[in-house]
């Protein structure tokens, strides 16, 4: 590959990477789904100046360790060493767009220059990996490190016959690292991935003796030097207890006999088909010519399968499932899927099963119809209406509160919402026209820039709706408001991670009824209660008497803070 073949590829995968992650990444305030949890742990890393030992509200924290807030840390330099939704944002963004180069580089030599321009493009359009690369969590760092360790080892075993030993040694040494990495991001769950992935790839592909050769002394050195040197440390510092609570309860207990999060054995599919859009027509047709073709000859698509099926079942067979737990598969989905594409639109290469491609593209124009009519609707008081009626019995209590405020929101934007349902609605019908002209490559072009367009969308409009229902530092400016500096809240039922990340107080958690009498009983002056409205008729029922300063004003937290005078 030479510099002029690749300059357009990269520079057009930094502007789709721009736009899907990037871009306006701070203008939304951190929400309870754990950021303002991560970015209040590095923050508390920073103003005491221990590293080692991650702490939330001032109290030990065993359940992750701690790669995630050193990078928030490091971010922090750019925002004067405090972690907000900028900084604590940008290393998911950032491993975003190094998963994307990650796909683009290290497949050069093994396909060609479409395919992994494509499977790079779909990454940075999926659905659930570009709305993690906004979220201040680990999941979607975590995930690239796996994907570059597998691809990594690809790349070894691939061109292992015509590699120097200095090679290997570089590859192998490479390899650990980032596989120990993975490690000290979310724990063990990193190198079962990676070994899980390797091992059955080389199971089918009849080559476990390819084992040995993966094995390097000073590899497994560096592996066990960066992996478990924290755990170690930690463990020298908390004692037992952190081993137990990290390894047996947050692990394997979690996996065996899961204690939240519960779902059942097929919830991954449509988690992954969702969040895969609007690529997963074309990985399940990809996935049906693998294996129906069974491309030994493609080892590349061959090992992606392998890894994706591996990462599926695993985690499909844990007792504790969420979304974001499947994150790691979509760098192997998204390699298989863009050769696929790159397969089937090149016109030199015969059309295998064209009828998968073509149901692929129309489903996505379907796709695209439907969501510009849902625009259409939703402009229309009578179907809305309708529409609203018909839905409610399926709605949850947020749904139906974000439906209420639909209406307002589009009479204020109405030009940009009638501007984006025509967009939307002409790019499923050009997906259609260029399916029946058979230009097969310019379908793959008009659904990604399509969804470039609604993530533009998304952005600049829906977004901001969002945070004026999930953001709780309204709230804690009241909070701030009404209490003194030094007044401590206590919290009971109800997450309070928004409100020690905002605030900067201490805010206790109390686990029953019970600790609440316990307190009123010890405090003498005023105590202030965080807690969510279903709980007030426990207080009501205790004669404990208190008074609504005020509430959260949002759903998503449907809490009240309470001042009771003993």
Same mark, same amino acid.
């Given at each position: 590959?030479?510099?002029?073949?690749?300059?357009?590829p990269?520079?057009?995968? #930094?502007?789709?990477?721009?736009?899907?992650?990037?871009?306006?990444?701070?203008?939304?305030?951190?929400?309870?789904?754990?950021?303002?949890?991560?970015?209040?742990?590095?923050q508390?890393?920073?103003?005491?100046?221990?590293?080692?030992?991650?702490?939330f509200?001032?109290?030990?924290?065993?359940?992750?360790?701690?790669?995630?807030?050193?990078?928030?840390?490091?971010?922090?330099?750019?925002?004067?060493?405090?972690?907000?939704s900028?900084?604590?944002?940008?290393?998911?963004?950032?491993?975003?767009?190094?998963?994307?180069?990650?796909?683009?580089?290290?497949?050069?030599g093994?396909?060609?220059?479409?395919?992994?321009?494509?499977?790079?493009?779909? =990454?940075?359009?999926?659905?659930?990996?570009?709305?993690?690369?906004?979220?201040?969590?680990?999941?979607?760092?975590f995930?690239?490190?796996?994907?570059?360790?597998?691809?990594l080892?690809?790349?070894?075993?691939?061109?292992?016959?015509?590699?120097?030993?200095?090679?290997?040694?570089?590859?192998?040494?490479?390899?650990?690292?980032?596989?120990?990495?993975?490690? #000290?991001?979310?724990?063990?769950?990193?190198?079962?991935?990676?070994?899980?992935?390797?091992f059955?790839?080389?199971?089918?592909?009849?080559?476990?003796?390819?084992i040995?050769?993966?094995i390097?002394l000073?590899?497994?050195?560096?592996?066990?030097?960066?992996?478990?040197?924290?755990?170690?440390?930690?463990?020298?510092?908390?004692?037992?207890?952190?081993?137990y609570?990290?390894?047996?309860?947050?692990?394997?207990?979690?996996?065996?006999?899961?204690?939240?999060?519960?779902?059942?054995?097929?919830?991954?599919?449509?988690?992954f088909?969702?969040?895969?859009?609007?690529?997963? =027509?074309?990985?399940?047709?990809?996935?049906?010519?693998?294996?129906?073709?069974?491309?030994?000859?493609?080892?590349?698509?061959?090992?992606?399968?392998?890894?994706?099926?591996?990462?599926?079942?695993?985690?499909?067979?844990?007792?504790s499932?969420?979304?974001?737990?499947?994150?790691p598969?979509?760098?192997?989905?998204?390699?298989?899927?863009?050769?696929?594409?790159?397969?089937?639109?090149?016109?030199?290469?015969k059309?295998?099963?064209?009828?998968?491609?073509?149901?692929?593209?129309? #489903?996505?124009?379907?796709?695209?119809?439907?969501?510009?009519?849902?625009?259409?609707?939703?402009?229309?008081?009578?179907?809305?209406?309708?529409?609203?009626?018909?839905?409610?019995?399926?709605?949850?209590?947020?749904?139906?509160?974000?439906?209420?405020?639909?209406?307002?929101?589009?009479?204020?934007?109405?030009?940009?919402?009638?501007?984006?349902? =025509?967009?939307?609605?002409?790019?499923?019908?050009?997906?259609?026209?260029?399916?029946y002209?058979?230009?097969?490559?310019?379908?793959?072009?008009?659904?990604?820039?399509?969804?470039?367009?609604?993530?533009?969308?998304?952005?600049?409009?829906?977004?901001?709706?969002?945070?004026?229902?999930?953001?709780?530092?309204?709230?804690?400016?009241?909070?701030?408001?009404?209490l003194?500096?030094n007044?401590?809240?206590?919290?009971?039922?109800?997450?309070?991670?928004?409100?020690v990340?905002?605030?900067?107080?201490?805010?206790i958690?109390?686990?029953?009824?019970?600790?609440?009498?316990?307190?009123?009983?010890?405090?003498?002056?005023?105590?202030?209660?965080?807690?969510?409205?279903?709980?007030?008729?426990?207080?009501?029922?205790?004669?404990?008497?208190?008074?609504?300063?005020?509430?959260?004003?949002?759903?998503?937290?449907?809490?009240?803070?309470?001042r009771?005078?003993?």
């Open positions: 590959m030479t510099k002029k073949n690749s300059i357009i990269i520079l057009t995968i #930094l502007i789709f990477w721009f736009i899907t992650s990037f871009y306006k990444i701070s203008d939304r305030d951190l929400w309870s789904t754990g950021e303002t949890r991560e970015a209040e742990i590095a508390e890393m920073i103003e005491s100046n221990d590293y080692l030992v991650p702490k509200n001032k109290e030990f924290l065993p359940w992750k360790p701690p790669l995630f807030h050193w990078m928030e840390c490091i971010a922090s330099v750019f925002t004067k060493k405090q972690v907000d900028f900084s604590s944002r940008l290393p998911s963004s950032l491993s975003f767009l190094i998963g994307a180069f990650i796909i683009f580089f290290i497949l050069s093994i396909t060609n220059i479409n395919s992994r321009f494509f499977a790079a493009i779909i =990454f940075l359009t999926a659905n659930k990996s570009s709305w993690m690369s906004r979220v201040a969590q680990i999941d979607l760092m995930s690239v490190l796996v994907g570059t360790a597998l691809l080892f690809f790349r070894f075993y691939y061109f292992h016959q015509n590699l120097t030993e200095k090679q290997k040694k570089s590859y192998l040494l490479l390899f650990y690292t980032v596989s120990a990495l993975a490690v #000290l991001a979310k724990g063990p769950a990193g190198i079962v991935l990676i070994t899980g992935g390797i059955l790839f080389l199971l089918f592909d009849r080559n476990l003796s390819f040995p050769k993966c390097d000073w590899g497994l050195l560096i592996f066990v030097l960066i992996s478990s040197s924290w755990y170690l440390t930690i463990i020298f510092i908390k004692g037992k207890e952190f081993a609570e990290f390894f047996i309860v947050q692990n394997i207990n979690r996996f065996f006999n899961a204690f939240d999060h519960k779902h059942p054995f097929t919830y991954y599919i449509a988690k088909i969702g969040g895969f859009m609007p690529w997963s =027509f074309f990985f399940i047709a990809g996935c049906i010519t693998t294996i129906n073709r069974r491309i030994y000859e493609k080892k590349i698509m061959f090992f992606s399968f392998m890894c994706f099926s591996f990462i599926f079942l695993f985690f499909s067979f844990s007792g499932k969420r979304g974001v737990y499947i994150l598969l979509y760098i192997s989905a998204s390699i298989l899927t863009g050769i696929y594409i790159a397969e089937f639109t090149d016109t030199s290469q059309k295998v099963f064209p009828v998968l491609y073509k149901i692929s593209s129309f #489903l996505n124009a379907t796709f695209f119809i439907i969501l510009a009519s849902l625009f259409f609707v939703f402009q229309n008081n009578s179907l809305q209406s309708f529409v609203y009626n018909i839905s409610l019995p399926h709605l949850s209590e947020f749904d139906q509160i974000m439906f209420e405020k639909i209406q307002p929101f589009i009479e204020k934007h109405s030009i940009a919402m009638l501007t984006t349902s =025509f967009v939307i609605f002409f790019t499923g019908i050009i997906i259609i026209v260029a399916l002209k058979k230009r097969y490559l310019l379908t793959f072009y008009i659904t990604a820039f399509g969804i470039l367009f609604l993530n533009l969308f998304s952005v600049n409009m829906i977004t901001p709706l969002l945070d004026s229902q999930r953001s709780l530092k309204p709230f804690t400016l009241k909070v701030d408001d009404e003194d500096k007044d401590i809240v206590y919290s009971y039922g109800i997450g309070n991670e928004d409100l990340y905002y605030s900067k107080r201490k805010v958690s109390c686990q029953n009824i019970e600790d609440i009498k316990a307190v009123i009983e010890k405090k003498p002056d005023l105590i202030y209660i965080f807690t969510d409205k279903k709980y007030l008729q426990q207080f009501n029922d205790l004669n404990i008497k208190h008074k609504i300063l005020f509430d959260t004003g949002i759903q998503q937290l449907d809490g009240v803070l309470l009771i005078d003993p």
